[in-house]
Structures are given as C-alpha cells and as structure tokens.
C-alpha cells in the first residue's frame, strides 16, 4: 500500500508520542508499504542520523520523511500551555497543504494519524477523503473526582484541561469531522471509545497505544527467587507527577499489616518531588522505601529484573508505557481498575482494584499487597502471563495486526495487505 502517515511528534531517540511516531513509520515500511511520513522539523537530526543507520535496510527506500515548519511566531508561542494547541492546529493545517499536491501525485491507499495520540487534537487529513485511520488515541479519561485529595493542583491540571477539552469537541469541528470520516479509530481505552462514539465515530475499535522492540524482551519468562524469607520488592517507575499516584500508593503501603515485608523503590523525578519525603514520613515508611531519582536505561532494566511486583496506580492515563515495560520483564501488576489498565492489563497477569473512596481504594491497595505476599505462587502466575501477554506486543507485531484491521475496514484489496504477523514477532 501507499500509505500517509501523520506524525507530529516523531523521533527514533525518544519514547511516548515521539518514540511511537517513529516505530509506526518504520514498522509500515519494513512490511513492505510505500510510506510518506508528515511531521515537524524537531526530530530531524535524529531521524536523519538513524535513517542513515538503517540505510542498508530496503524499508530504508520505502519511508519518506516530509518536514513541516510554522511560522516563527508560532513557534514562539509553543513554550506557553495553550501555545501548544496553536501550534498543533497550525501545524495540521500546513500538514493537509503539503498533503494535497502529493496525494494527487501519489494517490494513496490509506491516511494514518498517530501522533499526537489525542482524539481531542484531531487531524485535518479527512479532507483529502482518503481511507482515514484515526488512532490509536486516547483523551477520554478524565482523573476521578473521588480520588481528587491526591491531585493538589486539580485545578489547573484537571479542571482546565477538561474544560479545554470540551472546548475543542464543541467548537473545532475538524473533532467531528475526523471522526465521522475515519474509517476506523483506534481507542486506547473504553473512555475514549465511548467519546468517540458519541461525537459520531462509524467505527470504533479498542488497540493498544504503545509496543516495545524486539530487543526490550528477554529470551524466557526471567524467574525470581523464592520470596520465603524475604521481603517483597515493589517498584514504582515513573514521573513524579500528581497523576501519577505516588501519593496514593505510599498511604496504601503505610496500611499494610506489620507482618509483611516489604520495600518500595521509586525511580523517577518531576514537580512533585520535594513532596515526597513527607509523604514517606506520614505513611510512616522511612525504612521500607527507597528513592533513586532519574536512572539511566541500563539500571532502570536491572530494577526491573529484580523486583517482584510492579505498582502504579495512575490517576489518569491512557495507557501508562511502564505496564507494558514491567509486563515484559515478567512482573505482575497491581494498579486501579480503570482507563487503559482495564483494558490493557490481563486479568490474570495483575490485580486491579476498583477506584472508591480514598480510604477505601487505598486500604484494598494493601489488602491486595498482603494477598500476593501470603501467596508468592500466585506472584509468579502472574508475572508468567504478563511476560506472555507484553511478547504479543512488540512494534514489528502491533502494527501489523492493527494494519491488517486498518485495511480491512477502508476496504483495500486483502492483497496489498501483508499476511498473519510472522511467529518470531507475535
């Protein structure tokens, strides 16, 4: 297929947004599509710098990056909050420029938007009336009211994006338009599905918004030593963010009965650092949790494998990239039961715990981290179906099967789509 792919943030160096640009355009062209990948001028050394690594490489010929500048004032602006929304739209509007000329040209078969992952930013490529894909995206979660005393600033991070949110599906009727001319949005939870829905969406389908490469995964389920007459070891993995959790997760563990062994390290730094330390204290946890700050790559792989149980209890995410990470390290999950957990999360490879009341949430926190610990075999079920789960969901695997769907619904002919995923990448 030919196929248009628009990226905003695209960059081979960098994970998220930028990372899953990148691997999107590259992944659709080692499966031997024509791509034309739009994005802007930010991660254009890097790009340059791996194309050039990978030029041996045929998918190397397939894959054409097109940089899309704006204007310097708007660029300017791009520092302050709702710069970036201006940014974003003027970029999408110089992106469907470029794109008309060179569908023309190249008459694709399909459009794919992928970045950014927010059904709310849109995309202007609907007016080429191409077979649109739309997603995977997220945007519909909002974080719980209940749990509101662990975001200090729900204000300015909750209530404000929420209403800007609102502002953008009421009033840029590109929100509508895109997706009510897509062939098929991906969702990156039951939240945004919905949404999606009800602003008139034909064809809604949850996917997984992230993947991670072939060589992030180790060659076997990695197994832990036996934890009679140890402690358990937790790890929390992320930025120290508000929605994060932390606080959360740190009232839990302070519940937990004496009789549980147990230490906590935190890897990751951000606003809500200088926070921390009193919320160890208040927990009472001084010597049952450890703060490393930012890690390099390399230890942050080590903690992983030397960890019994991953806990992240996000407040609001799409889809947190570090359960799919600790998944493919065989580490079982204990989070909350909502947004992209839910969805994304086996039911066997973790425990999910429904969002109440904070008391109530954080004391089943610590009823679930006691369980595990009374049952240490149930530690490693869990640990073995998250590493069977997270090694379905490796790029060169992810984006073939949601290409393969994305095919199938815009109708292009089933020979110009490759066939089942190979076995060495599902």
């Known amino acids: 297929m030919k196929i248009l792919l628009s990226a905003y943030a695209c960059d081979p160096t960098h994970g998220g947004e930028g990372g899953n640009g990148f691997n999107w355009a590259w992944e ?32 190397a010929q397939r894959l054409h990056f097109m940089f899309v500048a704006v204007p310097g004032w708007v660029e300017f602006l791009y520092r302050w909050q709702f710069g970036v ?34 059904l709310q930013f849109a995309s202007w490529l609907w007016r080429l009336g191409r077979p649109l894909i739309f997603g995977p995206v997220g945007g519909g979660q909002q974080a719980p009211k209940l749990l509101r005393r662990y975001l200090p600033d729900w204000f300015k991070t909750e209530t ?29 939870n039951r939240e945004t599905a ?16 992230t993947a991670l490469p072939l060589s992030f995964f180790p060659p076997e389920y990695p197994v832990r030593a036996p934890l009679a007459g140890r402690e358990l070891r937790i790890l929390w993995l992320a930025r120290l963010f508000p929605r994060k959790g932390l606080h959360l997760v740190l009232e839990a563990l302070g519940q937990v009965h004496p009789r549980v062994q147990f230490h906590l390290n935190i890897y990751g730094d951000g606003p809500v650092a200088p926070l921390l330390p009193g919320w160890i204290e208040a927990a009472g946890l001084q010597d049952r949790v450890t703060w490393h700050g930012n890690a390099p790559y390399a230890t942050v792989r080590s903690a992983f494998l030397a960890h019994d149980l ?52 954080a004391a089943a926190l610590a009823r679930a981290v006691e369980h595990l610990y009374d049952h240490p075999d149930e530690l490693e079920r869990r640990g073995r179906a998250s590493f069977a789960f ?15 769907r994305a095919a199938d619904a815009a109708h292009v002919l089933s020979d110009l789509v490759p066939g089942p995923v190979p076995a060495e990448v599902a």
Request: hydrophobic fraction near 50%; glycine fraction near 4%; charge should be neutral.
């Open 310 to 361: 991953f806990m992240l209890c996000s407040l609001r995410d799409s889809y947190a990239a570090q359960y799919l990470e600790s998944m493919a390290m065989g580490l079982p999950i204990l989070t909350l039961d909502h947004h992209g957990a839910t969805d994304f999360i086996p039911n066997d490879a973790g425990l999910k715990v429904p969002v109440q009341s904070p008391e109530a949430t």
């Open 194 to 209: 919905q949404l999606a829905w009800e602003l008139g969406a034909r064809h809604v389908e949850l996917a997984m918004s």
């Open 390 to 404: 997270a090694r379905e969901q490796s790029w060169p695997a992810l984006v073939a099967r949601l290409l393969l």
């Open 160 to 188: 404000l994006r929420n209403l800007v949110s609102w502002l953008l599906v009421t009033f840029d009727p590109n929100v509508r338009q895109t997706l009510r001319h897509a062939a098929l949005v991906f969702a990156a």
């Open 28 to 59: 659709m062209a080692n499966l031997g599509h024509e791509v034309w990948c739009l994005t802007t001028p930010w991660g254009k050394a890097a790009i340059e710098a791996e194309m050039h690594v990978r030029a041996a490489n045929p998918a």
């Open 85 to 118: 929304y201006l940014h974003y739209m003027v970029w999408q509007y110089r992106a469907w420029r470029l794109a008309r000329p060179l569908d023309q040209r190249v008459c694709f078969d399909l459009v794919h938007h992928v970045t950014f992952g927010s």
